[in-house]
């Protein structure tokens, strides 16, 4: 990762406003977004003083000790199997050890819908002298690319709800970016309806109530809804199935607020 | 009687602060909930954008048809608007907290409208 990328990243985490708590834990990934591994390699990369952190890949959890942005090991782990690997200092040294680690943690974090983290005081961990693995060796393992620039928060909310979506179609300062699905519809709409309608919307409110969610039932053909997302120069024309309405301004809120 | 049917809506929904009855023909707002103390501009406000979402006198919004109910998610409420089934121009004009749970909230919403319209 190159010296400006990472505190790009690091700016971008501290300027963040989207941080979600649950239960004192911080939502680190949901939905498979950002992807849970890169989440758990980001917490390992931005922990300088030795900590226990706790991270819960929806009903499993897992303690890692880490200092120095290096992992030094795995302290407990709720379910079965991991005797082997715990209370043990990884280090090169040991590879087999090391990709026994490595494996635990991917087995448990990687296909977790909802992963959270909790910085705990550290205990006392192991008993030689190494200083354990860096983030980005890691990454190595995992063959996970961490030189990524961050999501934007639209970018996030797409990935997140890409399921629950039939088609997408994504405009930044009026360039069409990306699509997903049958979007032919939506390209047309972009095209006739949205300039106007966004103008008559100024009109009728002059308040400006920051990112928008705005969705239209049965606005498409056979049922289908449409919504129009707007946050800064973002603008997404989205389908998708009505009955996904809950979880889709569910998602919105978490991201946008 | 209409305000009780939009009373016993609010009370439901504790996240629901306002609900109104409109009709768009006249983009007027001629029943409030009983505990709402929202100003008259507000008022207009919320049926004028009930009548650019829903869309009044056939223009559309959004889409290739006009839609029977809108959402609009801020980041200081959720406005929900519905039309009734049979009369599409008596509409349910809502705001809530951005933390109401809006597929429940819409269908609720939704029984009741068309309780209130079919009885008028």
Redesign the interface.
């Known amino acids: 990762m190159s010296d400006l990328n990472a505190l790009a990243q690091k700016i971008s985490a501290l300027t963040a406003q989207d941080v979600v708590f649950e239960a004192g834990s911080r939502v680190i990934s949901q939905g498979g977004s950002p992807a849970p591994l890169d989440s758990v390699l980001a917490e390992i990369d931005d922990t300088v003083l030795e900590r226990n952190l706790e991270f819960t890949a929806d009903t499993q959890k897992i303690n890692l000790i880490v200092a120095g942005r290096r992992l030094r090991g795995v302290l407990a782990v709720s379910s079965m199997g991991a005797e082997d690997v715990i209370g043990k200092t990884v280090s090169r040294e040991e590879p087999d050890l090391l990709l026994a680690v490595a494996d635990l943690i991917s087995s448990i974090c990687s296909s977790a819908n909802r992963l959270t983290v909790r910085s705990l005081a550290p205990e006392p961990f192991g008993t030689g002298g190494e200083r354990g693995i860096s983030a980005q060796g890691l990454a190595e393992i995992w063959q996970v690319e961490t030189d990524q620039a961050p999501q934007t928060p639209m970018g996030r909310f797409l990935n997140t709800n890409k399921s629950a979506f039939s088609a997408v179609l994504h405009v930044v300062d009026d360039e069409i970016v990306a699509t997903f699905g049958d979007f032919d519809t939506l390209q047309t709409i972009w095209e006739t309806q949205v300039a106007a309608f966004q103008a008559r919307q100024k009109k009728t409110l002059n308040a400006d109530d920051g990112p928008q969610l705005i969705c239209f039932d049965g606005a498409l053909e056979d049922g289908t809804a449409a919504a129009l997302a707007l946050a800064d120069e973002d603008v997404v024309l989205i389908a998708y199935p009505a009955n996904n309405i809950g979880a889709v301004h569910s998602s919105w809120r978490a991201i946008f607020g | 009687m209409v305000v009780n049917e939009l009373d016993a809506l609010r009370e439901k929904y504790e996240s629901c602060n306002t609900i109104a009855f409109a009709d768009l023909s006249t983009q007027m707002i001629l029943v409030t909930d009983s505990s709402s103390n929202r100003r008259r501009e507000v008022l207009d406000?919320l049926c004028?954008?009930a009548s650019?979402?829903l869309g009044a006198n056939g223009k559309?919004?959004?889409?290739?048809?006009?839609?029977?109910?809108?959402?609009?998610?801020?980041?200081?409420?959720?406005r929900i608007f519905l039309r009734a089934e049979d009369e599409p121009n008596d509409v349910l004009c809502c705001i809530c907290a951005?933390?109401v749970?809006?597929?429940?909230f819409?269908a609720d919403a939704r029984a009741c409208i068309d309780r209130i319209s079919s009885a008028a």
Do not use: M, R, W, Y
């Not at chain 2, 749970?101 to 429940?104: E, I, K, N, P």
């Open positions: 406000d004028a954008e650019l979402l559309l919004a959004i889409g290739l048809k006009q839609s029977n109910s809108a959402l609009v998610a801020s980041k200081s409420s959720v951005p933390t749970d809006a597929g429940a819409l």
